[in-house]
């Protein structure tokens, strides 16, 4: 069966390895992570190999020099033959009016680049009007327990939200989420869900057929689109509702679970600002997240507007104004760029960032957008994570136990920069830190 023409071979590409096609359980091998897809992105950009080159009968001698310990070529090799899987779930998919957008597409939310790097989903599948992926807006997030005047008062910010044209985003899920989201739907406002679960399910659910009817509603996931609750999806797409806005309000959080450990994260990242409605619930954790950095809201909604919240929008959002791109997002070259033999992570850092600055890593133009929306060639960088760098190197330079002192001449990194990122390697499990004496070595997944 082939492949939906609809895909460009980057997506599909991009889709065998990080994405599943059925539940969790059915699957033999594993799509890669988030973090996973980035070392291997990574290192397909440092080989100015793109995804769509994998795409061959015989992809095993592009991969030679590849060397990871929870990567193995042969995984990535099975990966790349489900395109019948593919073929089948994307037939599904598309019939229920789904649609695929990857890092290397211009519609892939720019926020999200801009803000988590290479930890940003590399597929996100969604239903609805795909340029309101870009229009950022106010992101409402509360518990599914709330209380009815906690949901009277967020119906009304939603509606508020409409009024001025500003976007809400939202995860969609039962209580303040649905309740702002159809707020604002309601008053012909725009609203963006991320779905933590049954994607494919509410593309045709009742709830959402205005909003996705008038393009005045997207819904995306990460996760597979048929995939039922989970609790570690739902935590995980937090930061997506947080990355995807310009400024955010908490309705009501309780002591512990997915909203309070959202904001403090958004507190924590200083991705967008917080702002917290005032409570009585002496169980709330509302008070806890001002003391953490958030800003108590008006309590007399004419007291304000929903505008006001984005005043310090600029404070907290690093280099809003640049676009960061995927790895595989380059413009493209007349001739290819005969790149200086890098030997040391330190060299590949700095190489790293010339790059940004002079846009000219080579690529095939097939995989990309001919021109920007104002007809001109598009410029773009891409988001460069050094931990990354330096991991995938400790693939190769720690496959057998190597001492502190031996990777500092190999890398040429400071001592407390190369120990920070050991001791973060060790607790991802990346590394194994042997004792007598002191040396490193690269955890082999079994």
Same mark, same amino acid.
């Given at each position: 069966?082939?492949?939906? @023409?609809?895909l460009?071979?980057?997506?599909?590409?991009?889709?065998l390895?990080?994405?599943?096609?059925?539940?969790?359980?059915?699957?033999?091998t594993?799509?890669?992570?988030?973090?996973?897809?980035?070392?291997?992105?990574?290192?397909?950009?440092?080989?100015?190999?793109?995804?769509?080159?994998?795409?061959?009968?015989?992809?095993?001698?592009?991969?030679?020099g590849?060397?990871?310990s929870?990567?193995?070529? *042969?995984?990535?090799?099975?990966?790349?033959?489900r395109?019948?899987?593919? =073929?089948?779930?994307?037939?599904?998919?598309?019939?229920?009016? %789904?649609?695929?957008?990857?890092?290397?597409?211009?519609?892939?939310?720019?926020?999200?680049?801009?803000?988590?790097?290479? &930890?940003?989903?590399?597929?996100?599948?969604?239903?609805?009007?795909?340029?309101?992926?870009?229009?950022?807006?106010?992101?409402?997030i509360?518990? #599914?327990?709330?209380?009815?005047? *906690?949901?009277?008062?967020? &119906?009304?910010?939603?509606?508020?939200?409409?009024?001025?044209?500003? =976007?809400?985003v939202?995860?969609?899920a039962?209580?303040?989420?649905?309740?702002?989201?159809?707020?604002?739907?309601?008053?012909?406002? =725009?609203?963006?869900?991320?779905?933590?679960?049954?994607?494919?399910?509410?593309?045709?659910?009742?709830?959402? #057929?205005?909003?996705?009817?008038?393009?005045?509603?997207? $819904?995306?996931?990460?996760?597979?689109?048929?995939?039922?609750?989970?609790?570690?999806?739902?935590?995980?797409?937090?930061?997506?509702?947080?990355?995807l806005?310009?400024?955010?309000?908490?309705?009501?959080?309780?002591?512990k679970?997915?909203? %309070?450990?959202?904001?403090?994260?958004?507190?924590?990242?200083?991705?967008?600002?917080?702002?917290?409605? @005032?409570?009585? &619930?002496?169980?709330?954790?509302?008070?806890?997240?001002?003391?953490?950095?958030g800003?108590?809201?008006?309590? *007399?909604?004419s007291?304000?507007?929903?505008?006001?919240?984005?005043?310090?929008?600029?404070?907290?959002?690093?280099q809003?104004?640049?676009?960061?791109?995927?790895?595989f997002?380059?413009?493209?070259q007349?001739?290819?760029?005969?790149?200086?033999?890098?030997? @040391?992570v330190?060299?590949?850092?700095? +190489?790293?960032? *010339?790059d940004?600055?002079?846009?000219?890593?080579?690529?095939?133009? &097939?995989? $990309?957008?001919?021109?920007?929306?104002?007809?001109? =060639?598009?410029?773009?960088?891409?988001?460069?994570?050094?931990?990354? %760098?330096?991991?995938?190197?400790?693939?190769?330079?720690?496959?057998?136990?190597?001492?502190?002192?031996?990777l500092?001449?190999?890398?040429?990194? +400071?001592?407390?920069?190369?120990?920070?990122? %050991?001791?973060?390697?060790?607790?991802?499990?990346?590394?194994?830190?042997?004792?007598?004496?002191?040396r490193?070595?690269?955890?082999?997944?079994?």
């Amino acid at each position: 069966m082939s492949i939906p @023409t609809k895909l460009s071979s980057t997506a599909q590409a991009t889709l065998l390895l990080t994405s599943y096609f059925s539940k969790a359980s059915s699957e033999k091998t594993k799509p890669l992570t988030n973090a996973e897809w980035g070392r291997f992105a990574l290192w397909l950009k440092e080989k100015s190999i793109t995804p769509a080159d994998l795409l061959v009968q015989e992809p095993a001698p592009l991969l030679q020099g590849w060397f990871d310990s929870r990567i193995s070529a *042969d995984r990535i090799i099975e990966l790349l033959n489900r395109g019948h899987s593919l =073929a089948l779930a994307m037939e599904k998919w598309q019939r229920a009016g %789904l649609w695929v957008v990857t890092r290397s597409d211009p519609e892939y939310p720019r926020r999200l680049k801009q803000r988590l790097k290479t &930890d940003s989903p590399p597929v996100l599948f969604g239903c609805g009007n795909k340029d309101l992926l870009n229009t950022g807006g106010l992101a409402v997030i509360g518990s #599914r327990n709330a209380s009815d005047s *906690d949901l009277a008062f967020t &119906d009304e910010i939603g509606a508020k939200a409409a009024i001025e044209n500003i =976007a809400i985003v939202s995860g969609g899920a039962r209580g303040v989420d649905e309740t702002a989201m159809l707020g604002a739907i309601r008053t012909g406002g =725009a609203v963006i869900g991320v779905m933590a679960d049954s994607l494919l399910k509410a593309a045709t659910s009742s709830k959402w #057929r205005k909003g996705l009817m008038d393009g005045h509603a997207v $819904l995306v996931s990460p996760f597979y689109p048929e995939a039922g609750f989970s609790a570690g999806n739902a935590m995980a797409r937090n930061k997506y509702i947080y990355c995807l806005a310009d400024s955010s309000l908490v309705i009501h959080s309780g002591k512990k679970g997915g909203t %309070l450990n959202g904001a403090e994260e958004n507190l924590k990242k200083a991705w967008v600002p917080l702002w917290v409605k @005032t409570t009585n &619930d002496k169980d709330a954790a509302n008070t806890d997240l001002v003391v953490k950095g958030g800003h108590w809201l008006p309590e *007399d909604t004419s007291d304000f507007t929903i505008s006001d919240l984005f005043n310090t929008t600029k404070a907290h959002v690093e280099q809003a104004s640049i676009e960061q791109a995927d790895l595989f997002s380059m413009p493209v070259q007349n001739e290819l760029i005969e790149e200086p033999e890098v030997k @040391t992570v330190k060299e590949k850092i700095q +190489h790293s960032v *010339d790059d940004i600055s002079d846009n000219e890593m080579p690529v095939k133009q &097939d995989n $990309l957008p001919k021109e920007s929306v104002d007809g001109s =060639a598009a410029v773009i960088t891409f988001p460069v994570d050094f931990y990354e %760098l330096f991991i995938s190197e400790l693939q190769r330079l720690a496959q057998k136990p190597v001492t502190m002192e031996e990777l500092m001449e190999q890398t040429q990194l +400071h001592k407390s920069q190369l120990t920070d990122w %050991l001791k973060r390697a060790e607790n991802e499990g990346i590394v194994k830190k042997l004792s007598r004496p002191v040396r490193f070595k690269v955890e082999t997944k079994n």
